[in-house]
């Protein structure tokens, strides 16, 4: 891959994470409940600061990809440190899609008579099944590295 590519897919990690920080940010303040609160009755909704919390696994996992996409710049992706980064990443998406769960359980069972929790439930489905691809994705490709790495040692030994 060259060096240009993997430099653009870095500044897309990096734009994606300024959007979400972004988004983290704006979402509270504009939510349709948060209308009449002062600033910090918002930001100090149990609910969003678990959403705050969630959210960790997703910026570990972009740094992750970052730091894969720094071993593929630097023709270092059969490495340990690659394999490494994979795992963790596997792990990061496993860690958001059962939290997007446990949001979606908690939401469909204490939402208010008023509120119709459809399209909170519909995006959760639809993350964490985003989530679930990214973890098995990660997982095909760290084993698939995994056995690259051992061949490459193998051989190293032998020459």
Do not use: W
Not at 118 to 146: D, N, P, R
């Amino acid at each position: 891959m060259k060096k240009s590519s993997t430099i653009f897919l870095q500044v897309v990690i990096i734009l994606i994470g300024i959007v979400a920080i972004a988004m983290m940010i704006r979402f509270p303040l504009t939510e349709g409940r948060a209308a009449n609160l002062d600033l910090f009755s918002i930001y100090a909704d149990p609910f969003l600061i678990y959403g705050y919390l969630a959210s960790i696994a997703f910026f570990v996992a972009l740094y992750q990809a970052f730091k894969l996409l720094g071993y593929i710049g630097q023709n270092k992706v059969f490495s340990l440190n690659s394999v490494k980064t994979l795992r963790n990443i596997k792990y990061c998406a496993i860690v958001l899609g059962i939290s997007i769960v446990m949001g979606g359980v908690y939401i469909r069972i204490f939402h208010t008579e008023g509120d119709d929790p459809a399209g909170f439930l519909a995006v959760c489905i639809v993350t964490t099944f985003i989530s679930i691809v990214i973890a098995a994705a990660a997982a095909v490709f760290e084993k698939t590295l995994q056995s690259a790495v051992d061949i490459k040692s193998e051989n190293d030994l032998t020459v």
